[in-house]
T-cell receptor, first 113, second 113 residues
Framework: NAGVTQTPKFQVLKTGQSMTLQCAQD?????MYWYRQDPGMGLRLIYY???????DKGEVPNGYNVSRLNKREFSLRLESAAPSQTSVYFC????????????FGNGTRLTVT | QQQVKQSPQSLIVQKGGISIINCAYE??????FPWYQQFPGKGPALLIA?????SEKKEGRFTISFNKSAKQFSLHIMDSQPGDSATYFC????????????FGAGTRLFVKA
């Protein structure tokens, strides 16, 4: 039982390059999320998918796109990377309940030069 | 904008001491308040959580105190140990237009041996 798996673990991009961060969960959760973590700012929600087939913007969606490929997989795409997108990105999943905690992957550390 | 304010930003405690982290929220629609613990290089993991219909929840050395009227809650770590050194995030969750979790900015705890 792997939980939430994110790939890659590390990535360096040049400004303007594109990439896709992959996330998969094996807990049969309906909801999946992408957060970014920056020093002193906590975790900020980029996009989420409450259930398969739906996606919605979070607090900081600009510059990102997402795809809920199936119930297990939720990818985050940077079409044209900018230095402001240097961050640690976390994928999470949960049941669709108000008292259901988030289960996080171990993150992708992205540097944009 | 929905916010969760967390303090202090960093905390140094002697081994065996009590660590206290405080959080305040604004939106009364939140109905689930988890605390997450994060070690370097790892994703956050649920530590303990509380619903607003109780004023306190204790699990081992970890206690959440909740004050609904003041919209404040706090984490107390009794008999703090070096292994507790980590970053702690408070969060608030509820059906605020989708089940989204809003995080505090985080507290870096260092327990001195």
């Amino acid at each position: 039982n792997a939980g939430v798996t994110q790939t890659p673990k590390f990535q360096v991009l040049k400004t303007g390059q594109s990439m896709t961060l992959q996330c998969a969960q094996d807990m049969n959760h309906n909801s999946m999320y992408w957060y970014r973590q920056d020093p002193g700012m906590g975790l900020r929600l980029i996009y989420y998918s409450a259930s398969e087939g739906t996606t919605d913007k979070g607090e900081v969606p600009n510059g990102y796109n997402v795809s809920r490929l199936n119930k297990r997989e939720f990818s985050l795409r940077l079409e044209s990377a900018a230095p402001s997108q240097t961050s640690v990105y976390f994928c999470a999943s949960s049941q669709v309940r108000g008292d259901s905690p988030l289960h996080f992957g171990n993150g992708t550390r992205l540097t944009v030069t | 904008q929905q916010q969760v304010k967390q303090s202090p930003q960093s905390l140094i405690v002697q081994k065996g001491g009590i660590s206290i982290i405080n959080c305040a929220y604004e939106n009364t629609a939140f109905d689930y308040f988890p605390w997450y613990q994060q070690f370097p290089g790892k994703g956050p993991a649920l530590l303990i959580a509380i619903r607003p219909d109780v004023s306190e929840k204790k699990e081992g050395r970890f206690t959440i105190s909740f004050n609904k009227s003041a919209k404040q809650f706090s984490l107390h770590i009794m008999d703090s140990q070096p292994g507790d050194s980590a970053t702690y995030f408070c969060a608030a969750q509820g059906n605020t237009g989708g089940f989204k979790t809003i995080f505090g900015a985080g507290t870096r705890l260092f327990v001195k041996a």
